[in-house]
């Protein structure tokens, strides 16, 4: 299998791919930070790609348990587990993974974890199916913020439009320009002028004077991120209006695509991005 599902995909140093099993030791994964794949086993189709800022070998471990338990892993830290756990039982799948270790601080490691996402969604045209937390239509679905209902099987008429990806951002200009990843940007204004941003879901992007990119988002209304948002004085906010698109899900991926793009040029991530006080 080439491409995503190489040993060299994206110039990192993959490991083979290995079988997710109950009691597998993972003697082979490193202890220390990296990203991971999982794909379905034996087939061109990624279930998941994911980060550990702290140790592979055991986010990992517990990334196995959960995706394996009898019990639907409601609650759990890992939003990977969740998904994959849904989609195995809905679809009868078994998962292999592969992992790269990275000795790389917590916010080049997500950067590079967006970049992955965006290569991805490059060649399959949509998103891994248990990234952005994607549970199988036919499961109860989960909420951004971890909470949602319960484990149940659910009808087609109630499985939300938002479980659908979109094809991803490609490629064109810089951050700076008003066309950037073929969007119409805004000219963009200083954080401190009077002129407010529209009441409507999109993406936005923070430069500074020279038009560097400092950080980028989405928001189902930008006009009251603005109003809450203080890190940014004097910056210049630039949106892109996406006014067909409820779903955060899908503002998420398409936040990532830009995230990833800028990493695929700079190697590192926007200067404000991934912060302590990134929310």
């Known amino acids: ?40 086993a034996g087939q061109p189709e990624m279930a998941y790609i994911g980060y550990s800022a702290s140790s592979l070998r055991k986010h990992l471990s517990s990334l196995t348990k959960l995706t394996l338990g009898d019990q639907v892993p409601w609650g759990e830290r890992h939003t990977a587990s969740l998904a994959l756990w849904t989609h195995r039982k809905g679809n009868e799948l078994d998962y292999e993974f592969s ?18 996402l965006w290569q991805y969604r490059l060649w399959k045209r949509e998103s ?75 993406l936005f992007k923070v430069l500074d004077e020279g038009g560097q990119l400092l950080y980028v988002g989405e928001s189902e209304n930008l006009a009251e991120w603005s109003e809450k948002e203080s890190r940014f004085p004097g910056a210049r906010i630039s949106y892109s209006l996406l006014p067909d698109i409820r779903s955060r899900r899908q503002r998420l991926e398409l936040s990532t695509d830009l995230i990833g793009a800028f990493h695929a040029t700079s190697k590192g991530c926007p200067k404000l991005q991934f912060t302590a006080s990134d929310g």
């Open 99 to 116: 992992a790269s270790a990275a000795e790389l601080d917590e916010r080049q490691l997500k950067a590079r974890w967006c970049h992955l």
């Open 1 to 40: 299998m080439l491409g995503p599902f190489s040993l060299d995909w994206c110039g990192v140093d993959w490991s083979d791919w290995f079988p997710i099993v109950k009691r597998r030791k993972l003697k082979e994964i490193s202890r220390g930070p990296g990203v991971y794949r999982v794909r379905v």
């Open 128 to 202: 891994p199916f248990g990234n952005f937390a994607r549970l199988h239509p036919e499961y109860g679905d989960v909420h951004m913020d971890g909470t949602g209902t319960e484990g149940r099987r659910i009808s087609e008429v109630e499985a939300v439009a938002d479980l659908m990806s979109l094809p991803p951002l490609e490629s064109l200009g810089e951050p700076s320009d008003d066309y950037w990843m073929r969007l119409m940007w805004s000219s963009g204004a200083p954080d401190d002028s009077e002129e407010g941003l529209p009441e409507q879901p999109g």
